[in-house]
C-alpha cells in the first residue's frame, strides 16, 4: 500500500517537473525570443564608428582588411554589383515587379562574408523604383519617385520585399532605405529658405512630402520586419539644414542621419580647384572668397541636428554622420577631418568615413593613398584593361589616414 502511495507521487512529481520544464523553457525562449529582437539595436547603445563601402566584384580580402583596421560596421551599398537585369536586385528601376533571386543570393555572400569577419552592415540603397541613382542613369537625376504614387508603392514593396529576406540575416544591423532623397530638389530648391519652408507646408502629405514617405516606407518594412532598425535621411541630401523640416517617425527602432558638414565646394576636388583650404580659407558663401573659419564653424553647422534632438527628445545613440568624407588631395583635408571627428564623438554620435577601399575611381575618397594627386600609369593600364586595379593603389601610413586609423581599435595589420 506503501510502495503504491509512493510510487502515485512519483507520477505527480514528475508530472510537476515535466510542467516546471516545459514552463520555464517557454519562459527561456520567450527572453530568449525578446533578447534577438532587440540585439540590432542594442548595437547602436554604444558610439560606433564605421565605414562606407561599395563593391564591384566579390573580394573576400576587402572584409578581411577592414575588420583588420577595426571598422566596427560598414554602410554598404550593392547598387554596382554586377546586375543580372537592369537594375541590381530591382531588376528594372522604370517597372520593379520582384526582387531579383540571383542578385538576393549574391548580396547575401557578401553579408555571410561580412559577419564571418564580425563586420556589421548597414545596407542602403541608391537606386530605389523611380529613383535610379545618377550615376546610373547618365549623371540625370531621377525624380519619378516624387511625382508617381506608383513609384512609391514599388519603393515601399521593393524594401518590403527585402526586409522580409534579409530580417534574419546576423550581418544586418540597420536598412537605410533610400541614400541622400533630394524631392525639392524637383522643384526647384536649392537651400532652406523662406520659400522651401512654404513649399514644406504646401506639400505636406503629397508625393513630394518626404517625411510621408520615411513613414510609409517605415511602415512597409515594419509589415516585415518588427525590429531591425532603419536609418533615416533628411531633405537637402541628408544635408544638417533639412533637420528643421524633418519629423521623426514613431518607431523605437528608427536612426536618423546627416551626411557631410564641410562645404561641397570645398570637400569635392573638382569644384575646389585649389580655391580653398581649411580652415584658413573657406567658402564664405557658395562659391564666394575665402575666408579663415575655425571648429566653432563646423558646430554651427550641426546646431540643427542638436535642435532637432532636443526639440523630439532624441538620443544621441540614434543619430548617425553617415558620410564624413573630404577629397584627400584638397588642403586643410587632415584638418577638417579631426575636427569633424572631435565633433562626433564628443557629442556620441555614429559616424562613418567615406570611404574605405571603394571599387571604382574613387580615388579622391581612398585615404590610405596620402596626398599624392596620381594613381599612377600602372593603375590606369589596368583600369583601360579591364583587368583588377586594386593591387596597383599603393596604399600605406600617412597623416590623412593616420586621423582615422587612431580612432579604431586595432589600427590594422
Not at 3 to 15: N, P
Request: hydrophobic fraction near 40%; include cysteine; aromatic fraction near 16%.
Amino acid at each position: 500500500m506503501c510502495q503504491i502511495r509512493l510510487i502515485k507521487i512519483s507520477r505527480k512529481f514528475w508530472l510537476y517537473l515535466i510542467l516546471l520544464i516545459v514552463s520555464g523553457n517557454a519562459i527561456f525562449y520567450s527572453l530568449a525570443a525578446q533578447n534577438v529582437n532587440t540585439a540590432k539595436m542594442e548595437f547602436w547603445k554604444t558610439q560606433r564608428k564605421g565605414a562606407n563601402g561599395g563593391l564591384l566584384t566579390f573580394r573576400p580580402e576587402w572584409f578581411k582588411a577592414a575588420a583588420g583596421f577595426g571598422i566596427e560596421y560598414i554602410r554598404f551599398h550593392p547598387d554596382v554589383l554586377p546586375a543580372d537585369e537592369r537594375d541590381f536586385l530591382i531588376g528594372d528601376a522604370d517597372d520593379f515587379q520582384a526582387l531579383n533571386s540571383t542578385d538576393l543570393q549574391l548580396l547575401k555572400k557578401f553579408l555571410d562574408e561580412a559577419e564571418s569577419n564580425n563586420l556589421k552592415i548597414v545596407l542602403t540603397m541608391f537606386s530605389l523604383p523611380g529613383c535610379r541613382w545618377r550615376q546610373l542613369n547618365g549623371d540625370v537625376d531621377d525624380y519619378r519617385i516624387w511625382q508617381n504614387a506608383a513609384f512609391q508603392a514599388q519603393a515601399f514593396k521593393f524594401w518590403h520585399d527585402l526586409a522580409a529576406a534579409l530580417k534574419d540575416h546576423p550581418a544586418i544591423v540597420a536598412y537605410n532605405p533610400l541614400n541622400e532623397p533630394h524631392p525639392e530638389k524637383a522643384f526647384g530648391f536649392e537651400r532652406a529658405d523662406s520659400a522651401f519652408a512654404e513649399w514644406v507646408a504646401r506639400s505636406k502629405n503629397t508625393r513630394a512630402d518626404l517625411n510621408r514617405f520615411n513613414r510609409q516606407m517605415v511602415a512597409a518594412i515594419r509589415a516585415a520586419d518588427k525590429t531591425t532598425p532603419i536609418l533615416l535621411d533628411g531633405y537637402f541630401y541628408a544635408d544638417t539644414q533639412g533637420f528643421p523640416y524633418l519629423e521623426p517617425v514613431d518607431d523605437p527602432f528608427t536612426l536618423y542621419a546627416f551626411h557631410n558638414i564641410a562645404p561641397w565646394q570645398f570637400a569635392a576636388f573638382r569644384a575646389n580647384k585649389g580655391r580653398y583650404e581649411y580652415p584658413g580659407r573657406m567658402p564664405e558663401n557658395w562659391n564666394g572668397p575665402g575666408v579663415p573659419w575655425s571648429s566653432n564653424n563646423l558646430e554651427r553647422r550641426v546646431q540643427p541636428v542638436r535642435e532637432f534632438m532636443k526639440k523630439y527628445q532624441i538620443p544621441a545613440e540614434r543619430i548617425i554622420a553617415s558620410e564624413l568624407w573630404c577629397d584627400r588631395r584638397v588642403a586643410g583635408c587632415k584638418e577638417y577631418l579631426a575636427d569633424a571627428i572631435t565633433i562626433y564623438n564628443r557629442q556620441g554620435w555614429h559616424w562613418v568615413f567615406y570611404s574605405f577601399r571603394s571599387d571604382g575611381q574613387w580615388g579622391g575618397l581612398d585615404y590610405e593613398l596620402g596626398t599624392e594627386p596620381k594613381l599612377g600609369w600602372k593603375y590606369w593600364k589596368a583600369v583601360e584593361k579591364g583587368i583588377d586595379a586594386e593591387p596597383f593603389k599603393k596604399r600605406g601610413d600617412n597623416p590623412i589616414w593616420n586621423v582615422l586609423k587612431k580612432e579604431f581599435r586595432r589600427g590594422g595589420n
